[in-house]
Nanobody, 122 residues
């Protein structure tokens, strides 16, 4: 049974940075595309970023985070990381990582983590 665990969330001031990690167990993360998805109160769930399992796959970013967020993976550590810079109050949400049903893109997901809270506030 696969499991995903997120870490790295917290409270940060506008303009600050956070680094989120998603660590997989029970399966080999390098076989799958992995996404970061966020859920804010009263808003629809938003796919923030997706990374495929090969270097030929260009990472995808939502327009709202392009130029500020960077997704990367360390297959040796079975981990996907989301570096978030220049954070804004509208980035406040629970951030979840999810395993895609595809190895290159993120059309749908079959495993989800529990999420980590990110709060951007002064």
């Amino acid at each position: 049974q696969g499991q995903l665990v997120e870490s790295g969330g917290g409270l940060v001031q506008p303009g600050g940075s956070l680094r989120l990690s998603c660590t997989a167990s029970g399966f080999t993360l390098e076989d799958y595309a992995i996404a970061w998805i966020r859920q804010a109160p009263g808003k629809e769930r938003e796919a923030v970023s997706c990374i495929g399992n090969t270097t030929a796959d260009s990472p995808h970013y939502a327009d709202s985070v392009k130029g500020r967020f960077t997704i990367s993976r360390d297959n040796a550590k079975n981990t996907v990381t989301l570096q978030m810079n220049n954070l804004k109050p509208e980035d406040t949400a629970v951030y979840l990582c999810a395993r895609s049903i595809d190895s290159h893109y993120c059309p749908a997901y079959d495993y989800w983590g529990q999420g980590t809270q990110v709060t951007v506030s002064s």
